[in-house]
Structure formats: structure tokens, C-alpha cells
């Protein structure tokens, strides 16, 4: 157990010792790899999960992308246009 400990502190220290950009192109590919595997499971039938996964990747891919920034911009716009 304790080699499993070991083996995970030296890869988040391995991950955190990396610049921003390069984290976040990490975390891109990541998501983007889970959201493929949901799709892969989805077209071999096995839809509860592949919508899990789909989900995941999806919300993930864009957190790390950094698109939330812009829909967050458009998102309070929307709210000052509506919100009279």
C-alpha cells in the first residue's frame, strides 16, 4: 500500500512541478480521452455509463479548456439584457 502512496505523491508532485499552460493542456487531453471512451462505450451499447463518462469529459474538457470564462461572460450578459 505504502508503494501505491509513494507512486501517487511522486506523479501529483511530478504534475504540479509543470508550468500553467502545460498542466492545462494535461488536464485538456485528459477530459477529452474520457469523453472518447464514453463515446466508444456508447456506440458498443453500454449507455449508462458512456453517459457518465460522456459527461465527465465534457464538463471536464471545458473547465481545463478555459471556455467556462467566455460562457460566463455571455451567461451574465444574457442575465443584464433579461434581468429589466
Request: aromatic content about 12%; glycine content about 12%.
Amino acid at each position: 500500500m505504502k508503494a501505491v502512496a509513494g507512486t501517487v505523491s511522486t506523479v501529483i508532485r511530478g504534475f504540479r512541478a509543470l508550468p500553467f499552460v502545460l498542466r492545462r493542456l494535461v488536464l485538456v487531453l485528459v477530459y477529452s480521452l474520457i469523453f472518447v471512451a464514453g463515446a466508444f462505450m456508447h456506440n458498443h451499447g453500454a449507455g449508462d455509463i458512456a453517459s457518465l463518462f460522456l459527461l465527465v469529459g465534457a464538463i471536464g474538457t471545458f473547465w481545463a479548456g478555459g471556455a467556462w470564462r467566455i460562457f460566463r461572460l455571455i451567461l451574465l450578459l444574457v442575465l443584464v439584457i433579461v434581468g429589466d
